[in-house]
């Protein structure tokens, strides 16, 4: 069976998560004797010529004259990307836009011709709605949190089933753990801060706390300057994981249920993890033993403190949540479900 899967891999600070997610897909189903080839592309809020044209402003026009500026570029893309998938036949294509505005008029070149298997990484809330339209197009859309499926019911897409993240475990036991000795007494997060995530962070700015993230003004503004260090990805990210005391995971707001791909990627790093809280999590994890959550500000103080002062306890959850990462939460484990998806379409 021949593959074809669609998606902005290239490894982009904005797409990194989906470039070595899709990555670690498409290795795992060459293993199993598929034809898959990745169709990659440059979405036009990335393209790096237009940043410079319109520099700081470029956001900001883009926003507002979205559906203008985007149909040149995208119209480019829609014939490359059409014009090299047929060339290689598929017997099913697998999708992730992120902000390809038109992408539905490249689905509609193989609407009724071959199976569209569409994946959606966030709530449908958090991406526009010409991207929408693309996931509506899908015969199958894939998502991680369970409170999704009504939404993507009501806004009519005809099938959808539930794939939670999966982790290349592998790839995580090639790491080293960082030199950095500090690191060992030390709270690290890493990924993008909000306000709502600011307001946690704020409450132990007093602790061994390090922030590693891109949003340099939004830390700095937040007046937590002292605890951001610089941007850290892959390999280095996974490494500093492997030698902090604890890691912090807080969902984003529209994560219902929880279980993004943070909440498994720090127990793969044998790492213990400090997570606020969601009714999903205790499908993926024995709270307490493979992690520690928190409800509210004051727990999560309190939870920060009690294990920064026992190693032994943070290495227990440490070695306990890779163990159950191991056992059930693999890329491979995952794959398999989807094989069963694609058999079905």
């Not at 319109?54 to 559906?67: M, S």
């Not at 753990?177 to 060992?184: A, Q, T």
């Not at 793969?268 to 993890?273: L, S």
Request: proline share 4%.
């Amino acid at each position: 069976m021949k593959i074809a899967i669609v998606a902005p891999v290239n490894f982009d600070k904005v797409t990194l998560f989906i470039s070595v997610y899709f990555s670690s897909i498409a290795k795992i189903l060459k293993m199993k004797g598929y034809d898959i080839r990745i169709f990659s592309f440059v979405e036009f809020f990335q393209d790096k010529f237009m940043k410079y044209l319109f520099g700081k402003y470029y956001l900001g026009i883009r926003y507002n004259l979205r559906r203008i500026i985007d149909f040149p570029y995208d119209k480019m893309l829609i014939h490359e990307l059409h014009e090299k998938i047929v060339n290689f036949e598929p017997d099913i294509i697998l999708f992730h836009p992120v902000d390809f505005s038109y992408f539905y008029f490249f689905l509609e070149m193989f609407k009724g011709k071959i199976p569209l298997l569409g994946w959606l990484g966030v709530h449908p809330d958090y991406i526009n709605k010409l991207i929408l339209k693309s996931y509506i197009e899908a015969d199958c859309l894939l998502y991680y949190d369970p409170e999704y499926e009504k939404i993507f019911k009501n806004i009519g897409c005809r099938r959808t089933e539930r794939l939670p993240f999966g982790i290349d475990i592998d790839n995580f036991n090639a790491v080293s753990p960082s030199p950095d000795k500090e690191l060992e007494n030390s709270i690290v997060f890493t990924g993008a801060v909000n306000e709502e995530r600011l307001e946690y962070f704020r409450k132990i700015a007093d602790l061994p706390f390090r922030i590693y993230s891109y949003n340099k003004e939004i830390v700095s503004e937040g007046g937590l300057s002292s605890n951001l260090r610089a941007e850290v990805y892959g390999s280095e990210m996974i490494s500093i994981m492997k030698s902090s005391a604890i890691v912090l995971n807080i969902h984003r707001k529209l994560e219902i249920s929880g279980g993004n791909y943070r909440l498994f990627e720090i127990p793969a790093a044998k790492a213990c993890q400090l997570v606020d809280y969601k009714p999903g999590i205790s499908e993926y994890f024995e709270i307490g033993k493979e992690l520690m959550t928190f409800k509210d500000k004051d727990e999560f103080v309190k939870q920060s403190r009690i294990l920064l002062h026992d190693k032994a306890m943070r290495e227990e959850i440490g070695k306990a949540g890779y163990e159950r990462v191991k056992r059930e939460h693999t890329i491979n484990i995952r794959v398999e479900r989807l094989i069963e998806i694609i058999n079905s379409l």
